[in-house]
Structure formats: C-alpha cells, structure tokens
Antibody, heavy 123, light 107 residues
Framework: QVQLQESGPGLVKPSETLSLTCTVS????????WSWIRQPPGKGLEWIGY???????NHNPSLKSRVTISVDTSKNQFSLKLNSVTAADTAVYYC?????????????????WGQGTMVTVSS | DIQMTQSPSSVSASVGDRVTITCRAS??????LAWYQQKPGKAPKLLIY???SLQSGVPSRFSGSGSGTDFTLTISSLQPEDFATYYC?????????FGQGTKLEIK
C-alpha cells in the first residue's frame, strides 16, 4: 500500500533553514501532485505547498518566499526547505498526496498522509 | 484567500448520538470541500471529499452535505472510535485552507 515517510532534523536554530524529505513507497512520485502541510502544537492545519514530478510548484503566499519544494524522481522523494525560520515555524510537518487523476489535480483534498515529524525551532 | 470557519469549536456527545458539525467558507467553493478526522498524535484521515462523497473504507455513518459556502458533516450514530478532532478543507482554489477544527469529546 502507499506509504509516505517524513525525515529530517527535529531541531533547527532560529534564522537557519528547515529541511525535510518525504519518501514515497507503493506509488510512483510521477503519478500525483504532492504537498507539505504543517500543524503547530495544539493548533490547526496549514497548507505549505505542492510539487509535481515535472517540477511545477505552488506554495502558500503566507510563507512569502521562504519555501522551496523540490522532487527527486530517482529516489521517489520530494523535499521541503523553509529558510529564515522562527519559533512560529515550530510544528508537526506532514507530507501528503494530492488527489490527482491523469496528471490533473482533482479538488478532492489529500488522500494519503505521512505520520508527521515534529520540528522545533529553538537555539 | 478563502477563510474556513467551523462550528462549534468543541462538542460533547455520547455513544449512539447523532452529531453535526458545520463549516462555512468566506466565498463560494462549489462542492470542493473535504472533511478529515484527526486523532491525537496521528495524521489527519480523509473522510469525505467533494462535500458528500465518502472516501473508500470510511463507515457509512459519516455523511457530508452542502455547496457554495455552507457545509455539514454528520455522524449518524457515534461510536467510541469517532471521538477525535474534525477539520474541513476547501479544495476549490489555492492556497488550500482548513477550518480551525472541531473537537468531539465524550459526554
């Protein structure tokens, strides 16, 4: 079955860059759009951005230009970089699959999620 | 950007009760609304998509309705495993956005 697994440092210093990778198994990364979503402790969910295997991306303007999402089709992985982090970026970060049919995003939400990884921004 | 507002923020109910959660969008989103269930320490799970379509494997006691700006999630007969937090999400346009969540607690 399809599985997504986030990996990366659990602690990042303020002003540095948060880097996470999502490894997809049971599905080709070329088949769908893929997203990052985060959830601060005790709070709600925030969509960060998506990527397609072609490299096409979109991200939440609320994060300004701090976000970079990339894909490595040879490893069936996609990655998130968030620079200039502050304490407000402390959250559980999830990777998720966007429902995609024939290479087109369908407006059906996110049907598969990773388990999430907690990232704390602190010196 | 589209703002999503859920009500209530929390609700207490008993096993066997019928529960309805409401989600309102700040502008029309047609039927492009999804509902998720999240249990503590776990990732959200897709329950309903396109406002009323049941995701594969989700029990039929869950149902969704609505279009435009007003939507509801109904659980017809609460089971012990249904106590969780529920989120709505608009999938009409980017940036996708979520409601603030509704915590369903045991009475």
């Amino acid at each position: 079955q399809v599985q997504l697994q986030e990996s990366g440092p659990g602690l990042v210093k303020p002003s540095e860059t948060l880097s996470l990778t999502c490894t997809v198994s049971g599905d080709s990364i070329s088949s769908s759009f893929w997203s990052w979503i985060r959830q601060p402790p005790g709070k709600g969910l925030e969509w960060i951005g998506y990527i397609y295997y072609s490299g096409s991306t979109n991200h939440n303007p609320s994060l300004k230009s701090r976000v970079t999402i990339s894909v490595d089709t040879s490893k069936n992985q996609f990655s998130l970089k968030l620079n200039s982090v502050t304490a407000a970026d402390t959250a559980v970060y999830y990777c998720a699959r966007v429902v995609t049919i024939f290479g087109v995003i369908r407006p059906y939400g996110f049907d598969m999620w990773g388990q999430g990884t907690m990232v704390t921004v602190s010196s | 950007d589209i703002q999503m507002t859920q009500s209530p923020s929390s609700v207490s109910a008993s096993v066997g009760d019928r529960v309805t959660i409401t989600c309102r969008a700040s502008q029309g989103i047609s039927s492009w609304l999804a509902w998720y269930q999240q249990k503590p320490g776990k990732a959200p799970k897709l329950l309903i998509y396109a406002a009323s379509s049941l995701q594969s494997g989700v029990p039929s006691r869950f149902s969704g309705s609505g279009s435009g700006t007003d939507f509801t999630l109904t659980i017809s007969s609460l089971q012990p495993e249904d106590f969780a937090t529920y989120y709505c999400q608009q999938a009409n346009s980017f940036p996708y956005s979520f409601g603030q969540g509704t915590k369903l607690e045991i009475k």
